[in-house]
């Protein structure tokens, strides 16, 4: 039973756009949601998270916005730069637990 | 500033064979994670610790695995005997607690032939 989904493998933008990267979840113990990028042969890189008590944190290009009561977040990426192609993690934890359970992953291409 | 640092980076090894993975945590970090890759799976915890105690081994799948975190700045995961369904990529991870963000090393490739 997957408690974090994320269900796009893929996503391609052009330069210099917006990135909307999705993430789900089911369960509503979760209170703290992270994103990380994963370039390949290396680990996963933290990017930005978010406490359940916010809607919205915001980091230079990346927002990251929440909805509790639909459960779902995403990440914004303004403007896109092909730097910023990679492998998007979202995961999720409650305050009891300190282990991430994560999502499949998105790959994002992003085109010059 | 150091962040997570795992050896060795490529392991190849035959059935059978004892493999021992490591990992150095962030100074001051009092958690630390051990998870695996794989294409079918995903990222999935397989142990952690809290000021080098294990809280939660239930991710660690069999017998052959085990981990053990003897002080602040050092864990080992061992796998014995290795078998060619554990090849995958494992990473470690370490962190602050609660609300705090994990950080992950580069990983070990483990291929078992």
């Known amino acids: 039973d997957q408690q974090v989904k994320q269900n796009s493998p893929s996503l391609s933008v052009q330069e210099g756009r917006i990135s909307i990267l999705n993430c789900d979840y089911t369960n509503s113990m979760f209170d703290y949601f992270l994103w990380y990028k994963k370039y390949p042969a290396e680990g996963p890189t933290f990017l930005i998270s978010?406490?359940?008590?916010?809607d919205k944190n915001e980091d230079g290009r990346f927002t990251v916005f929440l909805n509790k009561s639909a459960k779902h977040l995403s990440l914004h990426i303004v403007p896109s730069q092909p730097g910023d192609s990679a492998v998007y993690f979202c995961a999720a934890n409650s305050g009891s637990a300190r282990q991430l359970t994560f999502g499949s992953g998105t790959q994002l291409t992003v085109l010059p | 500033d150091a962040g997570v640092i795992q050896s060795p980076r490529h392991e190849v090894t035959e059935m059978g064979q004892e493999v021992t993975l490591r990992c150095k945590p962030i100074s001051g970090h009092d958690y630390l994670f051990w998870y695996r890759q794989t294409m079918m799976r995903g990222l999935e915890l397989l142990i952690y610790f809290n000021n080098n105690v294990p809280i939660d081994d239930s991710g660690m799948p069999e017998d052959r695995f085990s981990a053990k975190m003897p002080n602040a700045s050092f864990s080992t995961l061992k796998i014995q005997p290795s078998e060619p369904r554990d090849s995958a990529v494992y990473f470690c991870a370490s962190g602050q607690g609660a609300g705090q963000p994990q950080h992950f090393g580069d990983g070990t490739r483990l291929s078992i032939l």
């Open positions: 978010i406490s359940s008590i916010k």
